[in-house]
């Protein structure tokens, strides 16, 4: 059984990084290299909005691709949405089994329920789940391959020297929006990679941060971070994200000091951000205070709050309220004097 299970893994790595190919390879793209890491700007994609209806030719999941356009078109009309209708043209759906690797991953990987290949333009479902077609229809949404290079939101793959990265903070987003837009609920698909995300679009905002994603354009992402940290610096922060969820989501391994690192990495770009907003007069003293305490200080004590939030001030302690995951616990404003900061308390 270990061995099966040690072979589940490594297929996994080999749908990671080695299903793409076949990519032209005639175009030079813009770029920018951080500490050896070469990051391309996002290639455009020309394609009008058209009417679904004449790209409807997937039986049973017809319904499924109808409701998804109706809510991508009504809640990002500010995106660009072109690599939608570009690569809806000529999707491929398969819902069965049939090359040898899709097979032995369907019997052995378990926890992986479908895939987008990008230069195919293929979805790959492994199980009946309608909530693996949305996820899919996001990368779908997203995709784009011109050289070597492949495009999916926040992820960039260099197949000719194997190189990738933003894996999981691409995940995590596009569950992020899954969740919010398509199923409306909440399941623990890529749980802490989508909090990662979250936590990084507050700093830049979910409107930039959305239309970033749609762009495929890492590139922009790390040029408006650049505004708060140096750039090598957000890269060390990409690049734990990707190893820290793969070594979790993969190998089943918890390093809680690089998970720590993370949030602290996070929390430092917004406290930042925070104060540059204050000195330019965006926010005023008290909206600073609470943002830093909601968002930086309590991220670096682990907590990953909602906007759905809730504070209540006493003389000695605040008391943080989460509506959405419906946990409270408080934040003492004198933690040296009072050891109760990391109390929780779980209301029904």
């Known amino acids: 059984m270990k061995s099966i299970n040690n072979l589940a893994k490594k297929l996994q790595n080999i749908i ?5 190919d076949n990519i032209p390879k005639n175009l030079k793209l813009k770029k920018k290299k951080i500490n050896g890491t070469i990051i391309y700007k996002s ?6 909005k058209y009417n679904i209806s004449r790209c409807l030719f997937f039986d049973k999941h017809n319904d ?11 809640n990002f009309s500010h995106c660009n949405l072109s690599s939608f209708y570009h690569n809806m043209e000529t999707l491929e759906i398969k819902d069965k089994a049939e090359d040898l690797i899709t097979i032995s991953i369907k019997k052995l990987c378990k ?9 195919e333009n293929k979805i790959q479902l492994l199980k009946d789940y309608k909530n693996t077609l949305k996820h899919e229809l996001l990368h779908l949404s997203t995709g784009k ?29 596009t569950e992020h929006l899954n969740q ?4 409306k609920t909440e399941i623990n698909t890529y749980k802490l990679a989508k909090n990662f995300a979250m936590a990084i679009e507050r700093i830049l905002g979910a409107k930039k941060m959305q239309e970033l994603y749609f762009d495929s354009d890492l590139y922009g992402l790390i040029e408006e971070l650049e505004k708060y940290c140096r750039k090598e610096a957000i890269l060390n922060l990409i690049n734990k994200i990707d190893y820290y969820c793969e070594q979790y989501y993969i190998y089943g391994y918890n390093y809680n000091k690089i998970y720590e690192e993370i949030l602290s990495m996070i929390a430092n770009i917004y406290r930042t951000k ?10 005023d003293e008290e909206e600073y205070k609470k943002k830093k ?56």
């Open 145 to 173: 391959f011109i050289g070597n290079i492949q495009f999916s939101g926040f992820y960039q793959y260099n197949e000719k020297i194997n190189s990738k990265i933003g894996v999981y903070l691409n995940e995590g987003y």
């Open 16 to 20: 990671f990084q080695n299903i793409l």
């Open 111 to 119: 926890n992986i329920y479908g895939f987008y290949r990008i230069p």
């Open 64 to 74: 499924v691709i109808i409701e998804f356009t109706k809510k991508l078109e009504e």
């Open 293 to 348: 305490l909601l968002y930086c200080d309590d991220l670096e004590n682990g907590r990953i709050n909602s906007d759905n939030i809730e504070v209540e001030e006493y003389q000695e302690y605040y008391l943080i309220t989460d509506k959405e995951s419906h946990e409270s616990h408080f934040y003492m404003k004198n933690p040296l004097e009072y050891k109760t900061n990391d109390l929780k308390i779980t209301k029904k």
């Open 180 to 183: 919010k837009y398509f199923i």
């Open 274 to 283: 925070l104060s540059i907003d204050l000195s330019e007069k965006k926010i």
């Open 43 to 48: 290639p455009e994609v020309e394609a009008e």
